[in-house]
T-cell receptor, first 111, second 115 residues
Framework: SQQGEEDPQALSIQEGENATMNCSYK?????LQWYRQNSGRGLVHLILIRSNEREKHSGRLRVTLDTSKKSSSLLITASRAADTASYFC???????????FGKGNQVVVIP | EPEVTQTPSHQVTQMGQEVILRCVPI?????FYWYRQILGQKVEFLVS????????KSEIFDDQFSVERPDGSNFTLKIRSTKLEDSAMYFC?????????????FGPGTRLTVT
C-alpha cells in the first residue's frame, strides 16, 4: 500500500506567497515527517508531528495533522526562491522507523 | 551542526561488480538506515540497523545486499553483484533513538550508476 502519498501537484508561486501541499496516508501512524529535497541532493528533515498533535510550527513552516482523515498539510509562509525544492511526507506505519515516503510535491518559487 | 556524510558522491560500476557505499552517521545516533531512490521514483526503505544487527529490512534488501558497521563511525552498504536496476541514489540516515524523538537525518546520497 502507498503510505505518505502527497497530492501530486507541482506548485509554481511568486516569492512572498504561501505554498500549501497535502499528504494522505492509509494506515495508523505514530508520527508523520516532512522532508525537503533540492534537485539531486539529499533529504533535509523539516518537521515531525506526532499522532497526538494537531498542529506544529517551525519558523515559516506550519504542519497540520488530521488523523481522522489520515491527512497532513505543510504550509510554507512568505515563500522565498530558496524554498524551491521537492517536499515529501513520510510516515512510520509500523512504528519501527521504517519510513514510507510519498512521491513528493515539486514547488517552484519565482523570484 | 552535526550531519550525516556519505562517500563517494557518485559511483560508476559495471554490472556484476561489487560496490561498497560508505556513510558516517551523526556521532551520538544509535540507529542507522539505508534508503534508495530510483530516478523519478519514491524514496524506498532498504534496511535499518541497531546494536550491530539488522532491525528491519525490506523485500528489496535481498542476499545481494549487506550492511556493516566495521568501526565506531562508519556504516556501509555492500552490493555484491550489481545489476542495472541497482542504479539509484542511495541515502544513509541515522536517528538518535527508537522510541523518540526519532527524526531521521539523511546524508547527501551516493549516486550509483551501473553500466
Amino acid at each position: 500500500s502507498q503510505q505518505g502519498e502527497e497530492d501530486p501537484q507541482a506548485l509554481s508561486i511568486q516569492e512572498g506567497e504561501n505554498a500549501t501541499m497535502n499528504c494522505s496516508y492509509k494506515t495508523s501512524i505514530n508520527n508523520l515527517q516532512w522532508y525537503r529535497q533540492n534537485s539531486g541532493r539529499g533529504l533535509v528533515h523539516l518537521i515531525l508531528i506526532r499522532s497526538n498533535e494537531r498542529e506544529k510550527h517551525s519558523g515559516r513552516l506550519r504542519v497540520t495533522l488530521d488523523t481522522s482523515k489520515k491527512s497532513s498539510s505543510l504550509l510554507i509562509t512568505a515563500s522565498r526562491a530558496a524554498d524551491t525544492a521537492s517536499y515529501f511526507c513520510a510516515t512510520d506505519p509500523g512504528g519501527n522507523n521504517r519510513l514510507a515516503f510519498g512521491k513528493g510535491n515539486q514547488v517552484v518559487v519565482i523570484p | 551542526e552535526p550531519e550525516v556524510t556519505q562517500t563517494p558522491s557518485h559511483q560508476v560500476t559495471q554490472m556484476g561488480q561489487e560496490v561498497i557505499l560508505r556513510c558516517v552517521p551523526i556521532s551520538n545516533h544509535l540507529y542507522f538506515y539505508w534508503y534508495r531512490q530510483i530516478l523519478g521514483q519514491k524514496v524506498e526503505f532498504l534496511v535499518s540497523f541497531y546494536n550491530n544487527e539488522i532491525s528491519e529490512k525490506s523485500e528489496i534488501f535481498d542476499d545481494q545486499f549487506s550492511v556493516e558497521r566495521p568501526d565506531g563511525s562508519n556504516f556501509t552498504l555492500k552490493i555484491r553483484s550489481t545489476k542495472l536496476e541497482d542504479s539509484a541514489m542511495y541515502f544513509c540516515a541515522s536517528s538518535m533513538d527508537y522510541a523518540g524523538p526519532y527524526e531521521q537525518y539523511f546524508g547527501p546520497g551516493t549516486r550509483l550508476t551501473v553500466t
